[in-house]
């Protein structure tokens, strides 16, 4: 304060202080400013209100009504379309028709593995061999593609299994084209047939190595043990063990667990089987289970550390010859052949299709379980 002499004075003797002017004209950019209508002590605003652009100046909130005009709406979830036209939803491909281009359609064909879960290895592997056929036959559309344009694809594969591949690539790609896009009606694969490829001579495990890999199992690390087993003893594939879960593991009888082989994909359906176990199996899973307390995943690891996993007990084991999760698996079918199984046993134990290739595969199983010549 200007003037010391107030100082002490009560409240209600002390000066009122000096009153501003009224102002009585609005400035220029008051006057611009447009009227809006105030929402204090309102439930609720109105729909313009709540759409309008939140600035008090004229030109930006035309500019920021402009921008929102040019955003795009939400795409529909659900198009039918006719037969012979796919119509794109979410993806933001254009249609596919029997006049679409080869690159176009193999785009479509992909997202359709992808969303039906199909292994990564296998999505890449078709899309190669369609690209490679596009790189073939040049831009052809769809309806033109025809059986020369196979016999050449095929015919110039390197090798038996690329051409089997390839063959195998193009017949799922026109099933795809056909039964499901519905753009084309004629499979110009049909009367092609692969080579047959002599299947390998399968190297199961000896009475002895069998007994040094458990023991040598059970001295790595906790998994092992239970890994081990559950693909020498009952037969899993590597891709089998790694998709079981805590509730795949049936401990009603505790000394019988019950092992379910089941599959996310529908390209494996049918080939779900139950396992049975015995007292070992109990015993390794119950051991691993209370000193790793997995959540979810029994393995939570990937493949290629189930390889390591089981090269590294080969040798803790002290055993020379080469041993992959194959080896345990051919292991397993030796051994239920040499105890009574026959093909469609075989078949039913290790999850394979009925058909000539799976059939021929268990012959080899059969023909190792006969006694030794004299």
């Known amino acids: 304060m200007d003037d010391l002499s107030q100082v002490g004075l009560p409240i209600d003797e002390l000066p009122a202080p000096p009153t501003r002017p009224r102002r009585t004209k609005r400035t220029t950019a008051e006057s611009a400013r447009p009227p809006r209508a105030s929402t204090r002590g309102r439930d609720a605003v109105t729909a313009a209100e709540r759409e309008s652009a939140p600035t008090s100046s004229p030109r930006l909130a035309a500019i920021e009504t402009a921008e929102q005009r040019l955003q795009p709406e939400q795409l529909a979830l659900v198009d039918p379309f006719p037969a012979g036209r796919e119509r794109p939803l979410l993806t933001g491909l254009v249609p596919l028709d029997r006049t679409s281009s080869l690159a176009l359609a193999r785009t479509w064909y992909r997202r359709e ?3 039906a879960g199909r292994p990564r290895n296998t999505v890449e592997s078709y899309s190669y061999d369609l690209q490679t056929l596009e790189t073939m036959i040049g831009p052809k559309p769809l309806h033109r593609i025809d059986r020369t344009d196979i016999a050449r694809f095929l015919g110039e594969a390197e090798t038996r299994s690329t051409r089997k591949r390839r063959l195998t690539t193009a017949r799922r790609f026109f099933r795809y084209l056909i039964d499901d896009a519905r753009v084309v009606s004629i499979d110009p694969t049909e009367g092609f047939f692969p080579h047959q490829i002599t299947l390998r001579l399968p190297m ?17 690390e906790p998994w092992s043990g ?12 590597r891709g089998e063990l790694l998709g079981l879960s805590i509730d795949h593991i049936d401990h009603s009888v505790p000394a019988q667990p019950v092992v379910f082989v089941g599959f996310e994909s529908t390209a494996k359906r049918g080939r779900e089987r139950r396992m049975a176990g015995d007292a070992e199996l109990a015993s390794r899973l119950s051991r691993y289970q209370a000193e790793v307390e997995p959540t979810d995943r029994l393995f939570p690891f990937g493949p290629p550390a189930v390889n390591a996993m089981v090269d590294r007990v080969r040798k803790r084991a002290g ?31 290790l999850g394979l299709v009925d058909d000539p290739r799976n059939r021929s595969s268990v012959s080899r199983y059969l023909k190792l379980a006969e006694p030794p010549l004299g």
């Open 226 to 237: 239970p890994a081990i087993h559950l693909m020498m003893r009952l037969g899993l594939t």
């Open 319 to 349: 055993i020379g010859r080469t041993v992959t999760p194959q080896t345990l698996r051919h292991t397993y079918a030796v051994e239920q052949a040499r105890a009574g199984a026959d093909t469609e046993r075989l078949l039913d134990l």
């Open 204 to 220: 199961p495990l000896f009475a002895t190595e069998q007994a040094q890999l458990m023991e040598a199992a059970d001295l790595d």
């Open 113 to 115: 593995l992808e969303q």
